[in-house]
């Protein structure tokens, strides 16, 4: 089974940055591991739903990211840790939120993963961030 596991998240003022890691382990029941699948982030912010931010393409490393977080936020991918980043520039008090991360186990693709989250029901702890003055 593919597991992740989020961390990194913090309390930043405003225009700080932070860098989220996703520790990928395990493999799906057909044997694909990290360097097969897509992985997205994901945040919820209180009182609001749960929205795709960033994700990646194992195939090509292509990227996909929220028009919100466009220029400020950066998710990459290192296969051989088995982690995958989401280095978080000029942070701003509307990026706070739970952030997850998500494997594409379903193979919808970055696009995809990104634009429709209910595609996925189960989600790890998260980690917090936090930005104010």
């Known amino acids: 089974q593919l597991q992740t596991a989020e961390s990194g998240g913090g309390s930043v003022q405003p225009g700080g940055s932070l860098r989220l890691s996703c520790a990928v382990s395990?493999?799906?029941?057909?044997?694909?591991?990290?360097?097969?699948?897509?992985i997205g982030w994901f945040r919820q912010a209180p009182g609001k739903g749960r929205e795709g931010v960033a994700c990646i393409s194992a195939s090509d490393g292509l990227t996909v990211y929220a028009d919100s977080v466009k220029g400020r936020f950066s998710i990459s991918r290192h296969n051989a840790k088995g982690t995958v980043y989401l280095q978080m520039n000029n942070l701003q008090p509307d990026d706070t939120a739970i952030y997850y991360c998500q494997a594409d186990n379903l193979f919808l693709g970055p696009q995809t993963m990104c634009d429709f989250t209910s595609n996925f029901d189960s989600w790890g702890q998260g980690t917090q961030v936090t930005v104010s003055s």
């Open positions: 395990g493999s799906t029941l057909a044997g694909l591991t990290l360097a097969d699948i897509d």
